[in-house]
């Protein structure tokens, strides 16, 4: 009888297929899907928010990754505190939660947390809920640096310096046929800190590759195989590379098809205002590629110096509660011009953004995002379905020039489909028209309402049925 009580609170609390949390004896109980602790380490930090009793003050938390272990304190920050990407727990007494960030063990695929008093009597507490960001924090800086080569060398060092001078994390796009001396530098940056490696391929070329696998998976094992990497990119003796970085911006279901077969979690191709994670692939079991928000850099190529879109861009997206992901090529940038320090400057070292590297990012997202789904889908299915729509992603996407969108009508209705650019201008309309119940499929040639072509980038296609509006995001590549 206990063990199956047992089991109904188990997945009672199931919050995805990588990790699931349960509360037992007081205690909340952290499982990692064994194959994903594997394959991608989970060392980043993720913040889980455990309700506490209400006027409780001076608590502690501990974690133990098994049952025989000690218990380990974590340690306490508070919001007065300069923090990013540590363990540690932050008590918010008003709303009772304590925001506890751990990570997993090489030694287990579990963690345990403890909340004490001051008599070091365990509370009772509950699992919440997943943080969006790291410590529940506001909004995300993430800085990329595009072609660290050896004509590059010099320039990323100097990168690197300046942006961990500001506590700027970067995440350097290694092109992997280096000599051994800029290996040693890359290695030097690593181990100073706030450097996460990714990948741009081996030889930097354009779509089609001759090789797609040496130059997608050839390029991961040529960071491991040179570099020793740490902290969030190692789990005991394994390395792990988490991002792809598109040379030229360039993509293809190809490619998208080899960084899964590799194991990244994302791709970043080379379009901007693009400021929310993007959305999950279960087939090809990574997070669909995505852009950027802005480039810093010499404007004579491609890079913004206007101080006030940059800081405004940023104040944007600070605001909309959303990821700022600033990119950069080092051989752009300029060190001597006000503009280019005043805008670090502005975006950095502040206590409610979190700092995190750009494939860190998306592994903090990977062992929560079934955390977020989970809690939505929990509150959804208690309300009353007036869904008339069940939309698709498109397909192909990224695509170029033609993609096809499928949806499903649950009864005949008025039916309209259009297309809208990442700054809310209308495109094109492809539907405005009544359609019976059943399975629809609509094509866009990736053409303007005066069937002009339209240039590569982000773009919203929106279907809109009686009271319901779903808007999904694709990607046009030229």
């Known amino acids: 009888m206990k063990k199956y009580l047992f089991i109904t609170f188990l997945f009672e609390f199931c919050i995805g297929n990588v990790i699931n949390v349960l509360n037992e004896n007081n205690e909340i109980i952290i499982i990692a899907n064994n194959e994903d602790h594997i394959n991608y380490g989970l060392s980043y930090p993720v913040t889980y928010e455990i309700n506490i009793p209400s006027n409780s003050t001076n608590l502690n938390a501990y974690k133990k990754y098994k049952n025989s272990q000690n218990w380990d304190l974590i340690d306490k920050k508070n919001t007065d505190d300069f923090f990013n990407g540590i363990e540690a727990v932050r008590y918010d007494y008003d709303e009772s939660i304590a925001y506890t960030s751990v990570k997993f063990s090489t030694i287990s695929d579990t963690i345990y947390v403890k909340i004490t008093d001051q008599t070091n009597t365990s509370v009772i507490t509950s699992f919440n809920k997943i943080s969006r960001y790291y410590d529940n924090r506001k909004a995300v800086v993430t800085v990329t640096g595009d072609d660290w080569a050896d004509w590059n060398n010099e320039n990323f060092i100097q990168a690197c310096q300046n942006f961990r001078s500001l506590n700027l994390w970067y995440s350097v796009a290694i092109i992997t046929n280096l000599s051994q001396s800029t290996w040693n530098d890359i290695q030097n940056q690593l181990d100073l800190g706030m450097i996460e490696a990714v990948s741009h391929s081996r030889t930097h070329p354009f779509v089609p590759y001759y090789d797609v696998e040496s130059e997608v998976l050839g390029s991961k094992q040529d960071i491991i195989d040179n570099l020793n990497l740490v902290n969030h990119n190692r789990s005991g003796p394994n390395e792990y590379v988490y991002a792809w970085i598109a040379p030229y911006g360039e993509y293809s279901t190809q490619i998208d098809t080899m960084t899964s077969n590799g194991g990244y979690l994302v791709s970043r191709l080379f379009y901007w205002y693009d400021n929310d994670y993007s959305e999950w692939d279960n087939e090809l079991y990574k997070f669909d590629p995505v852009g950027a928000s802005i480039e810093l850099g010499n404007a004579d190529y491609w890079g913004s110096f206007d101080i006030d879109e940059l800081n405004s861009t940023f104040e944007n997206v600070v605001n909309a509660q959303e990821i700022y992901h600033l990119t950069t090529h080092p051989n752009i940038l300029q060190w001597n011009e006000n503009f280019t320090w005043t805008h670090l400057e502005y975006i950095s070292n502040r206590k409610d953004i979190w700092y995190v590297g750009f494939g860190h990012l998306y592994l903090y997202r990977f062992i929560s995002k079934s955390g977020q789904e989970s ?38 209705g008025p039916v309209k489909i259009t297309i809208h650019d990442m700054m809310g201008r209308l495109i094109k309309t492809l539907l405005n028209g009544s359609q019976t119940a059943g399975h629809k499929n609509i094509k866009w040639n990736a053409t303007n309402d005066k069937n002009e072509p339209v240039s590569a980038g982000l773009y919203l296609y929106t279907i809109e049925s009686g009271n319901n509006i779903q808007t999904m995001k694709m990607i046009l590549l030229k």
Do not use: G
């Open 375 to 412: 809690s939505l889908d929990v509150m959804k299915s208690h309300l009353p379905s007036f869904s008339n729509i069940n939309i698709h992603q498109n397909y192909p996407n990224p695509f170029n020039p033609i993609t096809f969108i499928k949806y499903e009508l649950e009864m005949e």
